[in-house]
């Protein structure tokens, strides 16, 4: 008798089962599931060295007796007198300049802006990970064109205005988040900087 209710509780329950599988009672048909992020290799080894400029930058620039916060992008949090604004560019190319580090970016190569591209989706699917609903990016093939030209030295500070490269933080979203918001946000989804 045991053996039939089990039997019987073991047909219900398979048929239960099935006919919420083929119902979809899980979620609604259609509803996306997430994939488990994890964040690329890549995300490391940046922190790293945005750690390693952020220290020794921020040692040159005290140095130098500058009283500021460095950020781990190389910016500083405090604002800045019209009189600081004309001595820090000098001070920070001399700092650069004194950590082996050019004023200017050199040059990059196609596999080196495709990389690039590569390391902004990685963010991007990062702040979506993060619950951030971002806009689709640019084309790899558009974002190129952008690259190029604005990485060309020849173009000029009028037409880098008008260039639209498509980055994760530029994303009308993270925008419009305070900025001490997305500086949090950088130490779990670093821009793409090293």
């Known amino acids: 008798m045991a053996h039939a209710q089990w039997a019987r509780l073991a047909v219900g329950s398979l048929a239960g089962a099935m006919l919420c599988v083929l119902s979809g009672c899980g979620g609604g048909a259609g509803d996306p599931v997430a994939p488990a ?20 930058l921020q040692a040159c620039l005290d140095g130098k007796g500058w009283d500021l916060t460095v950020t781990s992008l190389g910016g500083v949090e405090e604002g800045l007198s019209k009189a600081d604004m004309q001595r820090f560019p000098g001070d920070l190319d001399t700092c650069r300049t004194s950590m082996g580090l050019p004023t200017q970016p050199p040059p990059k190569t196609d596999a080196e802006l495709r990389d690039e591209y590569r390391k902004d989706l990685d963010v991007r699917a990062c ?17 190129l064109d952008a690259a190029r030209e604005s990485y060309d030295p020849a173009t000029t500070e009028e037409r880098l205005r008008e260039i639209v490269m498509w980055t994760p933080y530029g994303d009308p979203v993270i925008d419009a988040l305070p900025p001490s918001n997305v500086d949090e946000l950088t130490t779990v989804c670093p821009q793409v900087a090293f």
């Open 37 to 56: 992020w994890s964040p690329p290799a890549w995300f490391a080894q940046q922190a790293q060295k945005q750690e390693e400029y952020r220290v020794a």
């Open 127 to 143: 702040l979506v990970a993060q619950g951030y609903a971002m806009a689709e990016p640019q084309s790899e093939d558009a974002w």
